[in-house]
């Protein structure tokens, strides 16, 4: 049987990262087991001060970048700075810990940030390369080779999520790979 691979993408805020956790959540409920990594904001006041990096198995934390953070060596993706060694400890870890034991690898989200880390592209190319199905978010506009190669891949199904159509995406996500 032929691998799922599955990539969302739409603008920031419409609702790809919400619909990750809901099909991991029902995916979980069905004894199905997934793994891999989820990006979120992190907020203060209101504000986006910047974002993080969870482990879905083992709920693991760090901070993918900070708002006006300079950490060691870090490079910047607009006012932020980006935290390598938390990508690569948290999000790359989870990525290679599910290609080992989970049936669905979950990666949220291939983005500007991540795609900073060259252990995060490998990781990636890894999962590409691997039977293991896969579930991930694409950043809208990152223009890299790897995000390249998955929108040109006509083995892939990249979904635009929208505001009209974002209800209706995650039982049509489950049900692909729900055998």
Do not use: W
Not at 115 to 121: E, H, T
Request: proline share 4%; net charge positive.
């Amino acid at each position: 049987m032929k691998s799922v691979r599955v990539f969302l993408t739409g603008e920031p805020g419409v609702g790809k990262t919400t619909i990750i956790h809901k099909v991991v959540q029902e995916l979980q409920s069905r004894g199905i087991m997934v793994g891999g990594m989820t990006s979120g904001e992190i907020r203060m006041g209101g504000s986006r001060v910047g974002f993080q990096v969870e482990d879905i198995s083992t709920h693991e934390v760090g901070e993918l970048a900070k708002l006006g953070q300079t950490f060691p060596g870090a490079p910047r993706v607009g006012r932020y700075g980006v935290n390598l060694a938390d990508v690569e400890r948290v999000g790359v870890a989870a990525i290679r810990r599910a290609l080992k034991v989970a049936n669905v690898v979950i990666v949220d989200e291939i983005g500007p940030m991540e795609l900073k880390s060259s252990q995060f592209v490998l990781a990636m190319e890894d999962a590409l390369a691997s039977t293991k199905n896969l579930l991930g978010t694409l950043h809208r506009r990152t223009i890299h080779p790897l995000t390249n190669a998955i929108r040109t891949n006509s083995d892939y199904q990249v979904i635009e999520v929208t505001p009209v159509n974002r209800n209706r995406i995650e039982p049509q996500v489950t049900s692909l790979f729900v055998c």
